[in-house]
């Protein structure tokens, strides 16, 4: 006679498969457009504005930016979101021009041809960013049970001159999101996420510049009174350059306002990172409320 069967849990299979993925991770490279954090809270925010200001540093490199951005959120069907976010750079390269700093960045010349390393020819770079457009659905799947998509263009106008913060092409993100509860006040998120990369219009850059990334993420958030919510997060897309690891505080200020503090610290190599620190304020305001779904259909916080 046998004995009853023994089902696996769903967190349980999820993790197995994360755990899968990310073993299989090839190296990332060090030289790949920046890609900014998904908006994953949308899904269960009001739809509404936010505004951010946001500093990137690195005192090895030189390199410095200050952005001013823009996140618009509407919803789309009963649970679903649709977000444009914009954001307005000043770069400076503090003189050390990337395709100096990366070589597999020069693009190629022709016979007796030399590469100009000091391109742009500038040290204070300014413009717009790639405009983001992206669809957040909260969705159910076997073996991982309540997840979360999210689709995301962005969308080829600005500057190659802002490269890596931003190029004259075209990228697709597609991400996949599964979220943890470990307690009233603790949940816990792992996310997997393909990014195409499509190389830049003009010969500014080499092809190279552009790669195509496989990445995983993961956060740990604990939520406190009055909604508030403190949240670590990291991200990697193969090691290297492209680990980094987030800090971020959400702080509701009543009628549907809140406010967000956050520090993002990049983990490698002087010489490949990006930037060694960046720090985030953001006001959100909302405009509705959020659509009602499905019990346990949206996805808890973001990462």
């Known amino acids: 006679m046998s004995g009853p069967r023994r089902r696996v849990s769903a967190p349980a299979v999820s993790c197995a498969l994360i755990f899968l993925f990310t073993c299989c991770l090839p190296t990332a490279p060090r030289a790949a457009p920046w890609a900014e ?29 200050d952005a001013l951005g823009m996140m618009s959120v509407v919803p789309h069907g009963a649970v679903n979101r649709v977000y444009l976010r914009w954001r307005h750079l000043n770069f400076n390269t503090g003189g050390h021009s990337v395709l100096a700093r990366w070589p597999e960045t020069v693009p190629p010349y022709g016979e007796g041809g030399q590469p100009d390393l000091g391109w742009p ?12 457009l992206g669809l957040l659905a909260p969705l159910r799947l076997p073996l991982l049970g309540a997840s979360a998509f999210c689709g995301e263009v962005a969308l080829p106008f600005a500057r190659n001159a802002l490269y890596p913060f931003a190029a004259r092409s075209t990228s697709l993100r597609l991400a996949l999101r599964r979220p943890l509860r470990l307690g009233d006040h603790l949940t816990c998120a792992v996310v997997c996420e393909q990014v195409m990369n499509m190389a830049a219009a003009g010969e500014d850059l080499a092809e ?4 195509s990334l496989t990445a995983w993420g993961g956060s740990l958030e604990w939520s406190f009174a ?7 997060s990291a991200r990697d897309a193969g090691g290297g350059a492209s680990r980094r690891l987030r800090l971020t505080l959400n702080l509701p200020l009543g009628d549907r306002r809140s406010l967000a503090l956050g520090v993002m610290r990049g983990l490698g190599d002087a010489e490949d990172r990006l930037f060694a620190t960046r720090f985030t304020v953001a006001m959100s305001i909302g405009m509705a409320a959020p659509p009602v779904g499905e019990p346990g259909a949206a996805p808890e916080g973001g990462s």
Request: hydrophobic share 40%; proline share 10%.
């Open 226 to 232: 009055r909604a508030g919510v403190l949240r670590l």
């Open 121 to 132: 020819g500038e040290t204070a770079i300014a413009g717009w960013g790639r405009p983001e």
């Open 208 to 211: 190279a510049a552009f790669p």
């Open 37 to 65: 954090p998904l908006p994953w809270d949308a899904l269960t925010d009001d739809a509404g504005f936010t505004f951010e200001a946001q500093r990137f540093d690195d005192p090895d490199s030189g390199w410095q930016v």
